[in-house]
């Protein structure tokens, strides 16, 4: 990759993580409205997006986003209230940004002149506003009318600082400032004579003034750059057009420059005058320490704190491809399978010092495990984001849909393979829009029902033995069970007769193309959704659940695996072949005894564990081998729990538990059902690892 | 011959009429002037009614003379052209020869 497209790569990247944050910014502005850290964090991520942008020549991100950071100054400053309406229009900027920073990515060269035009007139308006409360009619009649100002009016910042000799071509910087004026109106003109010498070492044929005027005109960029035309080549003469600065002939970018940079641009001073004066300020804690509020070593240990935190703070995170993790995470295994395999080798080795070998290796192995697990944990990411996210779209929908709700997280600190937030991120932000649009009821159904007006939408993610679940929860209607047999009939979907359970449910709905929605809305019913999300979260080794009651919600469970880079998993053998199950799935192992055994009718059996009968699943039979006889005394059973059921799994032998990387079978042989990867074991022998779900399936469904 | 495209008096008063149009052309007698008439007064007084124009070089040679008076002399523009006055408001270089 070159570097241009290196950095255009973190460009994008960098972007994704600013428009989120600045997203939950927003969000977290909206519960508690008041200039704070909160907005702090989103003037810094959109000044980060701004210049961001401007650095990869995305200039029209760039001064979108001094807009929006202008505006936000104005809330910092308190000179706009921060209220609802006004989060709700950030909101919209966000995304409108977000669409921009996506058309780059395209490669689209841009937004439609006129919609950017009109969005940033928008903005403007609001930059003009003491409050924000107007209705849209009003909103759009300021945008037309904005619109149409700025097709006739510009605004430039010209800067002329003529080389000294000018004169000497016989031109008179005035005339040029006469032309200019013709062109339209100075809103400001500033000169700058601090380069003129003393008197007595003036020489009366060069010039020393430089000038700066802020011209407001119809005429183009190019009409004004023609009055330039002679002295442009070997003059500093710079013309920018600025027409989204000014607003009233005020400066909007002034409000955000400190005082110093203020008067050097006013050219009330000189750089050299402002390094002076701040050279002469005294610090804060030079002046508490000279009045004696605190001692040096006070001030000396707060200072230390603060650079070690700012250091801290700049080295937190770096950005690095996921597929180097990958490559790491395969090398350290291959490392591991090498010890291991020379641990065998040695261990009928006799030597003086075997017993040191071993004990190094010893340690090698366990370093090499913990660099394995530390590898595979860089993948994780906490859940915040995706639920900050989700908490949007339910906020959207909510005001779309006129309905009131509160949004409660919890388990943001959960974390989750990143492959696995970014492969269900899309798919459950269709559940969110469900869970507000059909579970949610009106404010006035709520009231009806003795409900409070404002319904609930949860978000929580927890971990469960070697599983992380995400829920999504509504206190709405419930799914109406009716009306999905009546659709599911009318799509010749099977449906039983007596009552649907939750399982059956899941299994209708999940239809490719199942929906109950009369209408397409742009938030639901557009009939695709739960088939997609059920296959994402299976495709990732996750199950999917939905528990629904009339009028007291639903909720939808997702389970996945904690990672994908490594999977903790138990080491057993049957027949001649050795396998791995996952040890999320793992409830417990117990010597084979025949009185626990009872027969359920033809071939099904039932073990007894721990109080409970649990079928009975024989690998022999999933893979057409002769049956295990399972009068032996000498097998095993091992006891797994898909969430969905459990069941008992009859082997020759457990040998031990131990982490591994599974590879795909798919990609270096064929799918095969029953099995999720393989893994390379330390004796260099191949073990399969077992698909619970799939065995769950080919056992129970077949029956 | 090259004629002065201004003149300068100065009137019972004491005050420095000038008249016509203050030019690059005219730079060093404008500086002779100064040096000559100006030196060690502390009544600057000049009267621009009649000026109809002042280029660049013209007037960054007033206002560094101005400086370099200093506040202990008195310097007063005691009328001004509205041509001038345009063309100085024009490079706001007003303030800095008033």
């Known amino acids: ?130 409050s924000i409360n107007r209705d849209d009619a009003d909103l759009s009649e300021t945008i037309t009318h904005n619109s149409i100002k700025a097709k006739k009016w510009h605004c430039y910042n010209i800067d002329l600082i003529f080389r000294k000799n000018l004169f000497e071509s016989g031109i008179d910087p005035l005339l040029l400032l006469l032309n200019l004026k013709e062109m339209g109106e100075f809103i400001e003109v500033v000169s700058d004579s601090s380069e003129l010498p003393r008197y007595e070492e003036i020489d009366i044929y060069k010039l020393y003034i430089s000038w700066r005027v802020i011209l407001k005109s119809a005429a183009s960029l190019q009409e004004i750059e023609n009055i330039f035309m002679f002295v442009k080549d070997d003059n500093d003469i710079e013309i920018e057009e600025i027409t989204n600065r000014y607003k009233d002939g005020v400066d909007l970018k002034a409000g955000g420059m400190p005082i110093g940079e203020a008067l050097i641009e006013k050219k009330s001073i000189t750089k050299n005058d402002l390094e002076e004066a701040l050279k002469k300020q005294k610090k804060i804690g030079e002046i508490l320490v000279e009045e004696k509020k605190i001692d040096k070593e006070a001030l000396q240990t707060v200072v230390t704190m603060q650079e070690e935190s700012r250091a801290a703070y700049r080295k937190t995170s770096i950005r690095v491809d996921v597929s180097k993790i990958n490559y790491l995470v395969n090398l350290a295994e291959e ?115 003795g409900k409070p007006e404002e319904g609930i939408i949860e978000f929580r993610a927890y971990q469960k033995g070697g599983q992380i679940f995400v829920l999504i929860r509504d206190d709405g209607n419930g799914i109406n069970i009716e009306k999905i047999r009546e659709r599911a009939l009318e799509m010749g979907i099977e449906v039983p007769d007596e009552e649907i359970d939750n399982e059956t449910l ?33 495709k990732l080794g996750g199950s999917l ?116 990387v599974v590879k795909s079978l798919e990609s270096n042989y064929r799918n095969v059902k029953g099995i999720s990867g393989a893994t390379i074991m330390g004796d260099g022998s191949v073990a399969l690892v077992l698909d619970l779900f799939d065995l769950d399936k080919i056992f129970f469904n077949k029956n | 011959m090259e004629t002065r495209q201004f003149t300068v008096n100065q009137d019972a008063e004491g005050t420095f009429r000038f008249k016509g149009k203050l030019t690059i052309h005219d730079l060093e007698y404008l500086k002779k002037f100064i040096d000559t008439s100006f030196d060690r007064v502390k009544n600057i007084f000049l009267s621009m009614g009649k000026v109809v124009y002042a280029d660049t070089a013209s007037i960054q040679l007033l206002i560094a003379f101005k400086k370099a008076m200093g506040s202990e002399v008195n310097w007063k523009i005691t009328d001004m052209s509205p041509e001038l006055e345009k063309i100085l408001e024009l490079s706001d270089l007003k303030k800095e020869l008033i």
């Open chain 1, 335 to 449: 490392t591991g399978v090498g010890l291991s395999r020379m641990q065998n080798m040695l261990s009928d080795q006799e030597a003086p010092n075997m017993y040191e070998i071993n004990l190094q290796l010893e340690s090698l192995i366990k370093v090499n495990r913990e660099f394995q697990e530390r590898v595979a944990q860089v993948r994780m990411f906490s859940l915040e984001g995706t639920f900050r996210r989700f908490q949007r779209i339910a906020r959207d929908t909510a005001l779309d849909q006129n309905k009131q709700i509160k949004t409660i997280i919890s388990g943001t600190e959960t974390e989750l393979d990143k492959e696995v937030i970014e492969c269900i991120t899309d798919p459950l932000k269709h559940l969110v829009r469900n869970c507000v649009g059909h579970g949610i009821e009106s404010p006035e159904e709520r009231m009806a029902k």
């Open chain 1, 506 to 538: 899941m299994q209708i709905v999940c239809n490719p193309g199942f929906s109950t929605s009369s209408s397409v809305t742009k938030l639901s019913g557009r009939g695709v959704g739960m088939d997609v999300v059920k296959t994402e979260v299976k």
């Open chain 1, 545 to 660: 659940k939905i528990e629904t009651a009339k009028d007291k919600g639903t909720t939808f469970t997702l389970a996945f695996p904690l990672t994908f880079a490594l999977t903790e998993a138990l080491h057993f053998r049957e027949k001649d072949r050795s396998y791995l199950v996952p040890l999320w799935g793992l409830v417990g192992t117990e010597k084979f005894e025949q009185s626990n055994i009872r027969s359920f009718g033809g071939d099904e059996k039932l073990y007894r564990f721990r109080g409970n009968y649990l079928p009975i699943m024989n690998l022999s039979r999933v893979y057409w081998d002769e049956m295990s006889d399972i009068n032996s005394q000498e097998k095993v059973m091992i006891f797994l729990d898909t969430g969905r059921r459990g069941f008992g799994l009859i082997v020759d032998e457990v040998l031990d538990c131990r982490q591994i």
């Open chain 1, 1 to 130: 990759m070159n570097e241009p497209d290196e950095t255009l790569k973190i460009f994008f990247a960098e972007t994704e993580d600013l428009i989120k944050t600045s997203e939950e910014s927003l969000l977290r502005l909206e519960s508690a409205p008041e200039a704070g850290p909160e907005l702090e964090e989103l003037f810094r991520a959109i000044h980060t997006l701004k210049s961001g942008s401007a650095m990869v020549g995305f200039d029209h991100i760039s001064e979108y986003a001094h807009l929006i950071e202008n505006l936000l100054d104005r809330l910092r400053d308190g000179k706009l209230p921060i209220t609802r309406p006004l989060i709700s229009f950030l909101l919209e900027e966000i995304d409108f940004i977000r669409d921009m920073v996506d058309k780059c990515a395209d490669g689209e060269t841009g937004i439609e002149p006129v919609v950017l035009e009109a969005r940033k007139a928008r903005v403007n308006r609001f930059l003009g506003m003491d």
